[in-house]
């Protein structure tokens, strides 16, 4: 595929359209994704909503560019208010400045004090009156033809976008908002923003949630048997596997709890299909006993955390970066796992599919930390590379004479057996065992399963993906997951203006590759490491592996609130 510049600053459009349950938020920024990639724009759009099981307000935000976009911007050009029921919720994460616009309904009351206290300009539109005039007419769809004029979109990509979500709902329902859009578009106005020129590079674009890229990561990977109970923000991931898994010949089983649902997919793992469950952190604890079992027993499995704000069930629908330590610490028993983390929606789909080769060749627990701002955003992006080389699928025995499942072999990874397979016999438990699957209480055997089990992972050669690297200079900065974009802007930002910045996003985080982390930092005077928890969990892991230099500092903030380019920026140059 042709590389395609990342946009930075002043190059995108911010927008953001906020509504109570039932308003069509969500379906109105779903709709000006679409149009916009018809358009010829890159985009991505993130989604924020309360804790309600069903119903009750919701926003979206969109940055649409010229370029790929990997985070949102520091500000927003333009807010939709379908209404002010809850908006006070999403205030923080909509910052508005004299420059933006609000459209709003007059029927809706006045814009609240906490978007007022903005200063920015307001332009009435009767949404919901012009929308009676259509027989089925809805609201939102008049504010996405107001937005339409206001944001100098073309109404006939607006008219394809709606044509192409709303196929499902019927032609009654299609015309009825063509007809909205209509009237929300005749309200005309000058445009009150610079439109951004959408590219016109003719490349291949995919139009991607985070939980659907990891979906098809799993099923490039080899997955064909997942078992998962829902849990927002990781159930579009089930949603997405089910129809897809039985087109290979897969199956989805829904548990009746996470305990229910690791041990099922150990269970087929061992059969031999390898297999894989999702979840967020409520429930990554509760599966902890049975990762120890498969580490033990070293059956592979994978599983994706979505992460969500916490402690116990915190901010369930929002994002934050805080479960890094249970992934890493959250085993009991010295039990050595793999820990890894996209570093943008598309890369959810080649970091899934290495997790779950990398679980199924070192027969071990793969962990992938998604969170809910890459699993439930989308994006219009150019179509990923393919995955480069994969490890070996599973190491499968052929046994002849006495079998010895657990074999200390040179690379530490012994062949596993099926069941019926002739002399593939051994226990298979959750104990400590001999070479043969004995269970064993010996000191020397339960050394000895320990180095094997450790040595299996230290010693296998990732090669270069555990990170993206990129720039150089004296000053660096270190982030993982779901960070990566905001830091990534940040850091041409600081390039632009004359500074040379070095990037690492770390997408292997446990076995952390120590050399190559220092060989990447060598030279430098100034490390911040920046991450969306509270704790700076990040920080702490690699000053306890000594892989920082003096003086590292932590930009550590927990969510909801992302990390914004901007913030990283003043933070670096307020600090020099």
Not at 481 to 506: K, P, T
């Amino acid at each position: 595929m042709p590389e395609v510049p990342t946009a930075v600053a002043n190059d995108s459009i911010s927008l953001s359209v906020t509504g109570s349950g039932g308003s069509g938020a969500v379906t109105t920024g779903l709709i000006l994704l679409e149009a916009a990639a018809r358009a010829g724009y890159f985009g991505m759009l993130s989604r924020s909503a309360g804790p309600q099981i069903r119903g009750g307000e919701s926003a979206v935000m969109l940055r649409l560019g010229a370029a790929p976009l990997q985070c949102m911007d520091d500000r927003f050009d333009f807010l939709v208010g379908l209404d002010w029921l809850n908006v006070n919720r999403f205030v923080d994460e909509i910052p508005l400045d004299r420059a933006s616009v609000i459209l709003a309904d007059p029927a809706a009351g006045p814009v609240p004090a906490e978007l007022a206290a903005s200063a920015a300009r307001v332009r009435e539109v009767p949404f919901k009156a012009l929308a009676s005039s259509v027989p089925g007419g809805r609201p939102n769809m008049v504010a996405l033809g107001a937005l339409a004029v206001a944001g100098g979109f073309p109404r006939e990509a607006l008219e394809a976008g709606i044509s192409a979500v709303l196929a499902g709902k019927g032609d009654a329902v299609r015309e009825a908002s063509l007809q909205c859009l209509a009237l929300g578009y005749a309200q005309g106005g000058a445009c009150l923003a610079c439109a951004v020129t959408p590219s016109q590079q003719p490349v291949a674009r995919w139009n991607i949630s985070g939980n659907e890229a990891c979906g098809l990561g799993a099923l490039r990977g080899g997955v064909r048997f997942v078992a998962a109970y829902p849990i927002t923000p990781a159930s579009e991931i089930l949603e997405w596997l089910a129809p897809h898994l039985e087109r290979v010949g897969g199956s989805l089983l829904q548990a009746e709890d996470e305990l229910a649902s690791i041990n099922m997919i150990i269970g087929a793992s061992f059969g031999g299909v390898p297999a894989l469950t999702a979840t967020s952190g409520p429930g990554l604890s509760l599966m902890t006993e049975g990762l120890g079992l498969a580490v033990a027993s070293e059956t592979p499995v994978t599983v994706i955390d979505v992460m969500r704000g916490g402690p116990s069930t915190g901010i369930p629908t929002k994002s934050e970066q805080s479960d890094l330590n249970i992934a890493l610490y959250g085993l009991h028993g010295d039990a050595p796992h793999l820990v890894l983390a996209p570093l943008d929606i598309a890369d959810c789909v080649s970091t899934t599919q290495w997790a779950v080769q990398l679980a199924e060749h070192l027969q071990t627990v793969a962990v992938v930390l998604s969170d809910q701002s890459l699993g439930q955003s989308r994006t219009i992006s150019p179509r990923p590379a393919d995955q480069p080389q994969a490890p070996a699928g599973r190491v499968l025995a052929a046994p002849e004479g006495a079998y010895h499942r657990y074999a200390l072999t040179d690379d530490a990874v012994s062949p596993m057996s099926l069941p019926g397979m002739p002399q593939g016999m051994y226990t298979a438990d959750g104990l400590e065992h001999n070479p043969h699957g004995t269970p064993s209480s010996r000191a020397a055997d339960h050394a000895a399963q320990l180095e094997k089990r450790r040595r299996k992972i230290a010693a296998y050669a990732f090669g270069d993906r555990w990170a993206d690297l990129s720039g150089d200079g004296e000053t660096a900065l270190l982030t993982w997951g779901s960070s990566s974009g905001a830091v990534r802007e940040a850091a041409q930002r600081l390039e632009r203006d004359g500074h040379r910045v070095r990037m690492i996003a770390l997408r292997l985080l446990m076995p952390l590759p120590c050399d190559s982390l220092r060989a990447a930092l060598s030279g430098c005077t100034r490390v911040w490491v920046i991450e969306q928890n509270h704790g700076a969990q990040l920080f702490h892991y690699l000053k306890s592996l000594d892989v920082l230099p003096p003086g590292a500092l932590s930009m550590a903030r927990p969510g909801p609130l992302p990390p914004r380019p901007g913030d990283i920026v003043a933070a670096l140059t307020e600090e020099a």
